[in-house]
């Protein structure tokens, strides 16, 4: 098959069945976890398990639908779960958000949906909060304490929370706010700290899709 680009013509790209093993073995991984009867793939995964599965990604008011399914396919693409929304202001369930999901969309249909952030962050046993602007707004709030703790420092961040707690089955929640606001003072108090990534002068923050191998992170 072709496309049609003016006079042009050239091959549609797309990788078939049989053109590449990996990709075959790997759909076919994906078709065996699928039939396993878990109620996600995910759940599925035994030996060694999910990497994320002590881990839940809070979406605050995301704006736009298709950051939603690119959320998804973040969390899908670490082995994280557990997904939920709070106060969505766009259809989560829209066209747009399955399709920036490319094979997570069950995380979407499974996503917990709440109203505010405290629903949101039952069941954690602590919150970690994305944002880029920290310190600033916190101090200028006389009534922000107690303050959750300030970090720019991935590493020195992962060794104070390194997960959820297995024994009691709390995970630990990792809070994104919307793609024009983040998060308010308000939800950034409920957090038990906050991640700011240092970056350069000519862009203010990174796009919520945008995660670290070791620990999925983003601000807004």
């Not at 098959?1 to 050239?10: D, I, L």
């Not at 709440?114 to 600033?136: C, I, K, Q």
């Not at 700290?193 to 995660?211: D, F, K, N, W, Y």
Request: net charge negative; with cysteine.
């Amino acid at each position: 098959m072709t496309c049609a680009t003016g006079s042009e013509k050239r091959p549609i790209r797309g990788a078939k069945r049989g053109d590449s093993a990996y990709r075959d073995n790997f759909a076919e991984r994906i078709k065996e976890l699928r039939a396993s009867g878990a109620p996600t793939p995910g759940a599925a995964l035994v030996n060694p398990p999910a990497v994320l599965s002590d881990v839940v990604v809070v979406f605050v008011s995301p704006k736009t639908a298709s950051n939603v399914g690119a959320m998804a396919r973040s969390c899908a693409a670490f082995e994280c779960e557990t997904l939920r929304l709070v106060a969505p202001v766009c259809d989560v369930f829209s066209r747009a958000s399955m399709n920036a999901a490319k094979g997570a969309q069950y995380l979407i249909k499974n996503a917990l949906i709440v109203d505010d952030l405290a629903d949101a962050l039952v069941g954690t046993r602590a919150a970690v909060a994305f944002h880029p602007w920290m310190e600033d707004e916190l101090r200028a709030d006389a009534d922000a304490q107690p303050t959750p703790t300030f970090y720019d420092d991935l590493d020195a961040l992962v060794e104070r929370f390194p997960g959820g707690d297995a024994a009691s089955g709390e995970k630990l929640a990792l809070v994104f706010g919307n793609e024009a606001d983040g998060l308010s003072v308000e939800q950034l108090k409920m957090c038990d700290a906050v991640c700011s990534i240092p970056m350069g002068r000519l862009v203010e923050s990174l796009s919520v899709t945008q995660r670290r191998r070791d620990y999925p992170v983003a601000i807004l």
